[in-house]
């Protein structure tokens, strides 16, 4: 019987076909991997730059391109006849000798460029790799065939211009040493391409079926029609990640808590749900997948169920958010569900404490020192550090400020109500207790989950962390978390460490999602600086690449929200009818009163409008943003004011940065931006 694998553009291919032909090729797919009477058979290719490539006849004038080695088939495209033979006559294929994945390199290409290099380097004294040594480059996986060729490369945009050529791991190590990085940081690009952890066996440079099992991102196999189907029928981010997202995800065993950070359009997501997954098929406990929302995790609900077919495993998955996580514990243990108090009436109660500070700083100095720390006595309160805080406090106001934090306290355990962040302080307590198993297991335990895997980590008060902490046993693979601080939507800053969490932290640092002209101009508005919180210390945006290019961000200009508004409805009425599906557009506004405006506008159209914090763990092909006006971004009402806090504003001015930069980098194709007046100082110039 024949072993077939699927390369990730076979179902891209396959879905671009008439529905008829679709159909035979799927039935003609079906019938080789059973190896049944009419099943089409290998056809070797004259001309082929690779003696093991083959097509096969899946349709009426369609082949599929293979590459066969014994019983192994790598089913690469399904093309009209004369494409498919002049692809397979295009291509060769081979094993890394470093790494032992798979390689494809388009060798009719690279012979008609050769002859450029060559004039080039007999014209130049200057060779871009002369001082890195053969063995050196041997030792990096670089193929024998191609080393005369890099020999001859003289500078760093020859080298760039051969990328679409070449292989991931034959141009990420070489550019890396082109950017001057030492053979250590060549390494660590090439291990960018791994997506399993090492072999521990050699690498046999002969047995193809090998490397293609080591390389999942770019062959599925598939052992029956049942699974072959699945392929051909789920979305591709269910069955093919990039390397660097599918060992995060699918790695054995981490041995502590484990901490992923990455940029807009890295996959932390996605990385977050296959972990989930790969946990679920293990079975060793029940697992809990969380983020920050209710609307989040209905989302994440929704692709879990596509990414895991059979039900039994599913069911090891609860997706939630820490609030109804806290609302459950405290319900069960209280014997009745637990009352919120409003924004409205908690205003009140500060203001009741006449300290002479306002609300919001009573809030936050409650919120951001007393609850994170979870300081419970004045004399706690009063040796405890401020971070963040850039008012300075005497004793005495300190004084004043708990006894103003103990009234509000007080008022709202007489009412029988509590804000979010109690709620969360309150169900760790219990779990810290021994009051039985959330799982109703034999035995009484203390923590609900055997796995916890978080995502947006960034959005997560240290309340919120310690409920979380408290509700997985110390043990391997406890705790995955996924986040991005310069994604940051909520004033929340914490150090995973400060919360009895320590995690061994990857990064990842290619945005699939985002074209290169979207990420530059997104890193430009986030202000590419560093931002603190998940580790110690702060976070850079340095080193975040994208994989392609694109249009650059359209920002649009108008004399007043009138026009603004008829510009948006041109726009989007425009990608409409070049055939973008309404459901694959998104806009975005600030104000609650700017969506209404645009809803209203659009509702014809049927794209989708929201708020910027709407937008959070959203993607869509056309993203608009509107309303990026001095004035509304960032929202006035959102700031603390300089003379009440300084550091409070300066982190007001960064979440509202970040805000705006979460809903930009949405976009996987094209980024309208527009405003009337004067723009937004966030909006890069």
Known sequence: MPRLAISPEFPVELSALAQPVRRDVVVAARRFLQNVAGAPYPERVRGARDPRVATLRLADRHRGVVVKQRDVYWLLTVLPDAEAWAYAQRHRFGVNTALGVVEMWDAVALDRVRPAIRRSAEASPTRLFADICDTDLAELGVDNRFL??????TDQLTLEALEPLLPPTQYEPLAALARGESMTGAWRELENCRALAPDPEPINLEDFGAALRRSPDRAVFTDSPRELNRVLDAPDWCVFLHPPQHRMAYWESYRQPTLVTGGAGTGKTLVALHRSAHLARRGTGQILLVTFSQKLSAELAARLDLLIEDEVTRKRVEVGNVDRLAHRIVSEAEGRPPSLVGATELVALWEETGTGHSPAFLLREWEQVVLAQNLQTLEEYLSAPRPGRSVGLTDEERTAVWRAIDHVT????????????????????????????????????????RHIVVDEAQDLHPAQWRLLRAAVPHARDDLFIVGDPHQRIFDTRVSLGAVGIDAIQQRLQVSYRLPQEILSWGVRLRGGGPADGLVSGVQE??????????????VRAYDSPEGELTGLITQVGQWVREGVPPQEIAVAARTAGLVRNARAALRELGVRVTTLHGMKGLEFRRVAVIGVTDGIVPDPDALTPVREDPAARAHDLQRERGLLYVACTRARE???????GRASPFLPT
């Open 670 to 676: 094209l980024l309208y931006v527009s405003h009337s």
């Open 148 to 153: 005369p060729l890099v020999r001859q490369i």
């Open 410 to 449: 007080e008022q709202l355990r007489e009412r029988g109500k509590r804000t979010l962040l109690q709620l969360a302080s309150e169900a760790s307590v219990l779990l810290g207790q021994t009051t039985g198993d959330l799982l109703e297991e034999t035995e009484p335990k203390r923590e609900p989950y």
């Open 541 to 554: 945006l340095y080193g975040l690449r994208a994989t392609r290019h694109g249009p650059r961000p359209m």
